[in-house]
């Protein structure tokens, strides 16, 4: 494998009004642009020579607005979704707390049996995830890929990567427009950047 630069997108209106947010297509918002503006002059000198992205458009605009100082195509890949939050999508945890519960106690953990209703579970992010970074053993070691997806499967990859038990997932802080660096070799990775947003100061 080789060098992954993990990008989250920036903020949507939903974002800020802190609602789940997981498979609706939402766009950036305002400040949303300004961030992922600061990301790509950011990464505007970073080798970067491949770019994947998720399909839904807040990450996708990301991506093309990095990808422009670098004249590169975007291979958008389903796999690197959000959750689908299925019945609680687009609401905040506390009416998720009201309307249910038990959805809420696992949510306080994050435990990895959580499943939404009518939506995935922690498991099936995993599998679709394990599958896509599986498919990264084709690259060269000299190669640098940019990946823009979201907060749980950015989490999530971490994990996997640095061969993290995955019930610490949520332990791991994945800010909007955030930058994480990792370098991977045969036998090991190694995170040289995690949730930097110096940029956006």
């Avoid at 789940?20 to 000198?45: K, P, W």
């Avoid at 291979?75 to 009201?98: A, D, M, Q, S, W």
């Avoid at 939506?119 to 599986?134: A, I, Y």
Wanted: negative net charge; proline residues 3%; charged residues 30%.
């Amino acid at each position: 494998m080789s060098k992954l630069l993990l990008a989250r997108h920036g903020d949507t209106e939903l974002n800020s009004a802190r609602m789940f947010v997981g498979q609706t297509d939402a766009e950036l918002s305002t400040l949303g642009h300004r961030q992922v503006e600061r990301l790509r002059d950011r990464l505007a000198m970073e080798k970067i020579d491949i770019i994947y992205s998720s399909d839904l458009r807040r990450a996708l605009v990301t991506a093309e607005t990095i990808a422009s100082k670098h004249k590169l195509e975007i291979i958008t890949c389903p796999e690197l979704r959000e959750i689908n939050y299925g019945k609680v999508e687009g609401i905040t945890f506390e009416e998720i707390r009201r309307l249910y519960p038990e959805v809420a106690e696992l949510c306080v953990e994050w435990d990895l049996r959580l499943k939404f209703p009518e939506g995935e579970s922690v498991d099936e992010l995993k599998h679709r995830l394990s599958k896509f970074l599986d498919s990264l053993k084709n690259h060269t070691p000299e190669q640098a890929i940019l990946i823009v997806s979201h907060g749980g499967p950015l989490r999530l990859m971490v994990c996997y990567l640095l061969g993290i038990d995955l019930r610490h997932w949520r332990q791991i802080r994945i800010d909007l427009a955030s930058l994480s660096i990792v370098e991977t070799y045969p036998d090991v990775a190694i995170i040289n950047l995690l949730n930097d947003t110096s940029h956006l100061r």
